[in-house]
Nanobody
Framework: QVQLVESGGGSVQAGGSLTLSCAASGYSISSRCLGWFRQVPGKEREHVAVMNTNANAYSDSVQGRFTISRNSLSNTLYLQMNSLKPEDTAMYYC???????????????????WGQGTQVTVSS
């Protein structure tokens, strides 16, 4: 019943911006931890940003460039990405935990629900 659907990916030149959306159904994003993860072929899926009602946290590689946010009324999670770099190229996934956590983890193993992914490609 829980479904997360990402959208907003695409191709952009370095220095450009994109905003990703994650529409949730059967799952309230107002509770639990939420996150964005990304993965490139041959590498492990890594965290980009996580949040709950207490705090937001970012990986060092995107700090200052990306912003994670949510709209509880529309049950949608967002990732605003600015100053994109070629190394940001990846499949981006949204995720949510199956339980409440005061401090959100960055390990993908702690997230129960996942979207199908949306591709972001940044050209130089």
């Amino acid at each position: 019943q829980v479904q997360l659907v990402e959208s907003g990916g695409g191709s952009v030149q370095a220095g450009g911006s994109l905003t990703l959306s994650c529409a949730a159904s059967g799952y309230s994003i107002s509770s639990r931890c939420l996150g964005w993860f990304r993965q490139v072929p041959g590498k492990e899926r890594e965290h980009v940003a996580v949040m709950n009602t207490n705090a937001n946290a970012y990986s060092d590689s995107v700090q200052g460039r990306f912003t994670i946010s949510r709209n509880s009324l529309s049950n949608t999670l967002y990732l605003q990405m600015n100053s994109l770099k070629p190394e940001d190229t990846a499949m981006y996934y949204c995720a949510g935990t199956g339980r409440y956590l005061y401090s959100c983890p960055v390990s993908r193993n702690d997230y129960t629900y996942w979207g199908q992914g949306t591709q972001v490609t940044v050209s130089s």
